[in-house]
């Protein structure tokens, strides 16, 4: 069943109207009829509904509220991934994937080795777009809500809100020792909401330095094993194993 957003103010009397780009898209790409039958997600409760699309107007669909529907879209673990900014449109990959896999949060973050440098206009350009795959990403996967995408920020900016988080993991490929599987263990409690960070480093990988200053407050450095991930797959790995181990990923805990 095609899923959609709305706020609050698009229902009344049972009456839902969906409007923006979601209007072309039900009319033109998925070419649904009158009757056909939507969910709707309202982004300010996260409450589902199953409707029945009533009419068509030039600038809205008219849907008729059918029943409120559970949703179990939605996991304990609150994911923020810090993603040092790669080039090209591997960014855009990043948070199409993660979103589909859980994710609640990206970050873009410059580091000492990201050759990609955001001025302010080009930052809001970004995050905008950003923002958007993330919302078409939401709406695919049936997520009950649309991840954020944040501003940009530094490593300085990191270790200053570690502490927000019940634990903040540094995939760095100089550590052999200290595993993925040890960390999550240590946290793991399937009755409780846990928020997570995760630190990826752009394609030339963190500096020795910045690994320092994250560890020192209090990030946990962790290895992926002995194979160097491109730094696109890494968020997509850990986003995975981490939701499988202590969210909702092949089952509903």
């Not at 008219?62 to 179990?72: A, P, R, T, V």
């Amino acid at each position: 069943m095609p899923k959609f957003f709305i706020k609050s103010n698009q229902i009344e009397n049972n009456i839902i109207k969906i409007i923006g780009n979601d209007v072309n898209h039900i009319k033109n790409v998925l070419r649904l009829q009158k009757d056909d039958v939507i969910q709707v997600c309202n982004l300010e409760t996260s409450i589902n509904y199953e409707c029945k699309i009533n009419k068509f107007e030039k600038d809205y669909i008219e849907c008729i509220l059918n029943k409120e529907i559970d949703s179990l879209s939605e996991s304990n673990i609150h994911i923020n991934i810090f993603q040092g900014l790669p080039k090209g449109d591997k960014m855009e990959l990043i948070i199409q994937k993660s979103v589909e896999l859980g994710a609640c949060e990206i970050t873009p973050v410059e580091m000492k080795r990201c050759i990609v440098k955001l001025d302010n206009k080009n930052e809001s350009k970004k995050i905008n777009r950003w923002q958007t795959i993330a919302e078409v990403a939401a709406k695919q996967s049936g997520r009950d809500i649309v991840p954020k995408i944040n501003n940009v920020m530094d490593i300085k900016n990191i270790c200053n809100i570690i502490d927000n988080y019940d634990i903040v993991l540094l995939a760095y490929e100089n550590e052999k020792q200290n595993e993925l599987k040890t960390e999550l263990m240590s946290i793991k409690n399937n009755n409780k909401e846990l928020k997570i960070g995760v630190i990826i480093g752009p394609e030339g990988g963190i500096e020795l330095n910045e690994v320092e200053m994250l560890k020192k407050s209090g990030a946990k450095v962790i290895t992926l094993g002995n194979r160097i991930l491109r730094t696109e797959t890494v968020a997509l790995v850990l986003t995975s194993i981490i939701m499988y181990e202590l969210g909702n990923l092949g089952g509903n805990n």
